[in-house]
Protein backbone atom coordinates (compact mmCIF):
# COMPACT_ATOMS: atom_id res chain seq x y z
CA UNK A 1 0.00 0.00 0.00
CA UNK A 2 0.96 3.79 -0.70
CA UNK A 3 1.10 5.90 2.02
CA UNK A 4 -0.28 9.59 1.77
CA UNK A 5 2.33 11.74 0.19
CA UNK A 6 1.78 15.37 1.49
CA UNK A 7 4.04 16.71 -1.24
CA UNK A 8 1.74 15.74 -3.99
CA UNK A 9 -1.26 17.04 -3.19
CA UNK A 10 -0.45 21.41 -3.04
CA UNK A 11 -2.75 23.69 -2.15
CA UNK A 12 -4.03 25.84 -4.95
CA UNK A 13 -2.95 29.61 -4.83
CA UNK A 14 -5.76 32.27 -4.60
CA UNK A 15 -5.56 32.81 -8.13
CA UNK A 16 -6.14 29.50 -9.30
CA UNK A 17 -9.10 28.47 -7.11
CA UNK A 18 -10.20 32.09 -8.52
CA UNK A 19 -10.03 30.67 -12.29
CA UNK A 20 -11.32 27.29 -11.25
CA UNK A 21 -14.45 28.80 -9.63
CA UNK A 22 -17.58 29.45 -11.40
CA UNK A 23 -17.45 32.71 -10.62
CA UNK A 24 -14.45 33.18 -11.65
CA UNK A 25 -14.99 31.65 -15.24
CA UNK A 26 -17.80 34.17 -15.28
CA UNK A 27 -16.05 36.87 -14.57
CA UNK A 28 -12.83 36.33 -16.63
CA UNK A 29 -15.86 35.99 -19.77
CA UNK A 30 -17.79 39.38 -18.93
CA UNK A 31 -14.44 40.85 -18.54
CA UNK A 32 -13.51 39.31 -22.69
CA UNK A 33 -16.67 40.73 -23.94
CA UNK A 34 -16.25 44.04 -22.31
CA UNK A 35 -12.88 44.22 -23.61
CA UNK A 36 -14.43 43.37 -27.35
CA UNK A 37 -17.30 45.69 -26.95
CA UNK A 38 -14.73 48.48 -26.45
CA UNK A 39 -12.88 47.75 -28.95
CA UNK A 40 -15.64 47.36 -31.35
CA UNK A 41 -16.85 50.93 -30.08
CA UNK A 42 -13.41 52.36 -30.57
CA UNK A 43 -12.47 51.05 -34.02
CA UNK A 44 -16.30 51.40 -35.49
CA UNK A 45 -15.77 52.85 -39.19
CA UNK A 46 -16.26 56.17 -40.05
CA UNK A 47 -19.35 56.90 -42.35
CA UNK A 48 -17.87 58.55 -45.14
CA UNK A 49 -15.63 55.15 -45.19
CA UNK A 50 -18.76 53.15 -45.25
CA UNK A 51 -20.20 54.78 -48.09
CA UNK A 52 -16.72 55.11 -49.83
CA UNK A 53 -16.42 51.04 -49.73
CA UNK A 54 -20.21 50.46 -50.25
CA UNK A 55 -19.49 52.60 -53.17
CA UNK A 56 -16.76 50.75 -54.07
CA UNK A 57 -18.24 47.32 -53.57
CA UNK A 58 -21.93 48.28 -55.75
CA UNK A 59 -19.18 49.22 -58.67
CA UNK A 60 -17.76 45.42 -58.18
CA UNK A 61 -21.38 44.17 -58.22
CA UNK A 62 -22.48 45.86 -61.11
CA UNK A 63 -19.00 44.86 -62.77
CA UNK A 64 -19.89 41.32 -62.03
CA UNK A 65 -23.55 41.33 -62.74
CA UNK A 66 -23.28 39.45 -65.90
CA UNK A 67 -21.92 36.15 -64.57
CA UNK A 68 -24.80 33.91 -63.63
CA UNK A 69 -24.76 33.59 -60.33
CA UNK A 70 -25.76 29.52 -59.66
CA UNK A 71 -26.56 29.88 -55.64
CA UNK A 72 -26.15 31.84 -52.39
CA UNK A 73 -22.67 31.07 -52.23
CA UNK A 74 -21.49 32.24 -54.84
CA UNK A 75 -22.29 36.07 -53.51
CA UNK A 76 -21.20 35.34 -50.45
CA UNK A 77 -18.09 34.44 -52.29
CA UNK A 78 -18.07 36.88 -53.92
CA UNK A 79 -18.65 39.57 -51.10
CA UNK A 80 -15.52 38.30 -49.68
CA UNK A 81 -13.35 39.07 -52.56
CA UNK A 82 -15.07 42.46 -52.17
CA UNK A 83 -13.72 43.19 -49.06
CA UNK A 84 -10.23 42.94 -49.90
CA UNK A 85 -10.10 44.70 -53.74
CA UNK A 86 -10.97 47.89 -55.47
CA UNK A 87 -13.62 48.32 -58.37
CA UNK A 88 -12.08 49.30 -61.61
CA UNK A 89 -13.45 52.76 -62.20
CA UNK A 90 -12.57 52.12 -66.42
CA UNK A 91 -14.68 48.79 -66.75
CA UNK A 92 -17.37 50.33 -65.31
CA UNK A 93 -20.72 50.96 -67.49
CA UNK A 94 -21.30 55.12 -67.37
CA UNK A 95 -25.10 54.19 -68.19
CA UNK A 96 -25.45 51.29 -65.72
CA UNK A 97 -23.74 53.14 -63.17
CA UNK A 98 -25.71 56.50 -63.89
CA UNK A 99 -29.22 54.55 -63.52
CA UNK A 100 -27.93 52.95 -60.39
CA UNK A 101 -27.61 56.42 -59.00
CA UNK A 102 -31.00 57.46 -60.07
CA UNK A 103 -32.80 55.05 -59.35
CA UNK A 104 -31.03 53.69 -55.72
CA UNK A 105 -29.81 55.81 -52.61
CA UNK A 106 -27.21 54.25 -50.45
CA UNK A 107 -28.09 55.73 -46.41
CA UNK A 108 -25.68 54.49 -43.49
CA UNK A 109 -26.73 54.16 -40.45
CA UNK A 110 -24.63 54.45 -37.20
CA UNK A 111 -25.64 52.14 -34.23
CA UNK A 112 -23.86 51.96 -31.06
CA UNK A 113 -20.77 49.07 -31.60
CA UNK A 114 -21.15 49.28 -35.44
CA UNK A 115 -22.53 51.28 -38.72
CA UNK A 116 -25.06 49.37 -41.32
CA UNK A 117 -25.38 50.62 -44.66
CA UNK A 118 -28.62 49.86 -46.83
CA UNK A 119 -30.12 50.40 -50.31
CA UNK A 120 -33.34 52.01 -50.44
CA UNK A 121 -35.95 52.16 -53.77
CA UNK A 122 -39.12 51.19 -54.98
CA UNK A 123 -38.29 47.74 -54.51
CA UNK A 124 -37.42 47.78 -50.52
CA UNK A 125 -38.72 51.38 -49.59
CA UNK A 126 -37.84 50.38 -45.84
CA UNK A 127 -34.55 49.64 -47.09
CA UNK A 128 -32.28 46.32 -46.89
CA UNK A 129 -29.17 46.21 -45.13
CA UNK A 130 -25.80 45.97 -47.64
CA UNK A 131 -23.17 45.80 -45.66
CA UNK A 132 -21.59 45.96 -42.24
CA UNK A 133 -18.63 48.32 -40.80
CA UNK A 134 -17.59 46.61 -37.66
CA UNK A 135 -13.67 46.89 -36.02
CA UNK A 136 -12.77 48.95 -38.66
CA UNK A 137 -13.45 46.69 -41.69
CA UNK A 138 -16.32 46.76 -43.98
CA UNK A 139 -18.29 43.54 -44.63
CA UNK A 140 -20.28 43.58 -48.10
CA UNK A 141 -23.96 41.48 -48.06
CA UNK A 142 -25.22 42.90 -51.58
CA UNK A 143 -26.59 41.13 -54.32
CA UNK A 144 -27.53 41.95 -57.71
CA UNK A 145 -31.27 41.47 -57.31
CA UNK A 146 -30.55 44.13 -54.07
CA UNK A 147 -30.63 47.11 -56.39
CA UNK A 148 -33.32 48.33 -58.88
CA UNK A 149 -31.49 48.80 -62.14
CA UNK A 150 -34.84 49.04 -64.43
CA UNK A 151 -38.13 50.82 -64.32
CA UNK A 152 -41.13 50.24 -66.39
CA UNK A 153 -44.86 48.72 -66.71
CA UNK A 154 -44.54 45.39 -65.20
CA UNK A 155 -47.24 43.86 -68.10
CA UNK A 156 -47.35 46.82 -70.80
CA UNK A 157 -50.17 48.71 -71.41
CA UNK A 158 -52.64 49.93 -68.38
CA UNK A 159 -55.08 51.66 -70.75
CA UNK A 160 -55.10 48.68 -73.23
CA UNK A 161 -57.76 45.78 -73.16
CA UNK A 162 -57.01 43.04 -71.35
CA UNK A 163 -58.81 40.73 -74.22
CA UNK A 164 -57.70 41.80 -77.85
CA UNK A 165 -60.14 39.67 -79.50
CA UNK A 166 -63.38 40.26 -80.32
CA UNK A 167 -65.43 37.43 -79.14
CA UNK A 168 -68.26 36.27 -81.28
CA UNK A 169 -71.52 35.10 -79.99
CA UNK A 170 -73.17 32.54 -82.04
CA UNK A 171 -76.47 33.49 -83.30
CA UNK A 172 -78.63 29.89 -82.00
CA UNK A 173 -77.86 29.35 -78.21
CA UNK A 174 -81.26 27.83 -77.69
CA UNK A 175 -83.88 29.05 -75.58
CA UNK A 176 -82.98 29.64 -71.88
CA UNK A 177 -84.99 28.00 -69.59
CA UNK A 178 -88.24 29.07 -67.55
CA UNK A 179 -86.52 29.25 -63.92
CA UNK A 180 -88.69 30.56 -60.96
CA UNK A 181 -87.21 32.26 -57.76
CA UNK A 182 -87.32 29.65 -55.12
CA UNK A 183 -89.22 30.81 -51.87
CA UNK A 184 -88.88 28.49 -48.82
CA UNK A 185 -92.08 27.13 -47.57
CA UNK A 186 -91.39 25.14 -44.45
CA UNK A 187 -90.76 21.76 -44.30
CA UNK A 188 -92.89 19.22 -46.28
CA UNK A 189 -92.88 16.67 -43.59
CA UNK A 190 -94.77 18.76 -40.95
Known sequence: MEQFNSNTYKKQSPWQEFTHSCLGKVVILAVIVCILILLAAITR???SMVRWQMEDNIQQCLQG???IQSDIIDDYVANIGRMFTHADTTETNPEQYATYKKLNQLKVYTHMLYRSAHIVNNIHPEGIRVGV???G?????IKYSDLLMNTGAVRGEYGGRLIREEIVVPED???NPNIQPFHYKGNPDD
Open 133 to 135: GIF
Open 137 to 141: IVIPT
Open 45 to 47: PTE
Open 65 to 67: SDS
Open 173 to 175: LGE
